[in-house]
């Protein structure tokens, strides 16, 4: 009788894994797009970039007047060209800013590179651009 039993449970899994087989199912699926949602991502991507244009850190190494700030972004861009440089004018001085940085750790590496050669150098926090 044993033997009855283990022959049933062998034809058993035979049968199991060729009906397994024999109806597995291909097709594809399509997915629809609500054009709202797509609204929505792009809106949200607008967003997050604008905020990222907004809140960053900079460093200021001078304010003053227009030569000076000329004569200080030059002499910048050569020591350190891999950060972008800005004259931004505020009435009634002109401001030498470098880098964009989204993290103040980062900022404050650049600085600690800057302050050797520039020491009036600081950090501006992302509210006080």
Known sequence: MT????????????????????????????IKKDSTLIKVVKL????????????FYSIQLYYGNLETANKIEEDFSK????LET??????????????RFKKILEAQ????????????AFILMPNNL
């Open 3 to 30: 033997n009855f039993k283990i022959k049933i449970k062998i034809i058993f899994i035979f049968i199991t894994i060729c009906n397994s087989a024999i109806y597995s199912q291909e097709g594809s699926v399509l």
């Open 44 to 55: 949200r991507n607008q967003v997050n970039s604008e905020t990222y244009e907004k809140d």
């Open 79 to 82: 020591n350190f060209s891999e």
């Open 86 to 99: 800005k004259i931004i004018f505020e009435t009634p001085n002109y401001k030498v800013r470098v880098g």
């Open 109 to 120: 590496q650049e600085l600690e590179k800057i302050k050797k050669v520039y020491s009036s």
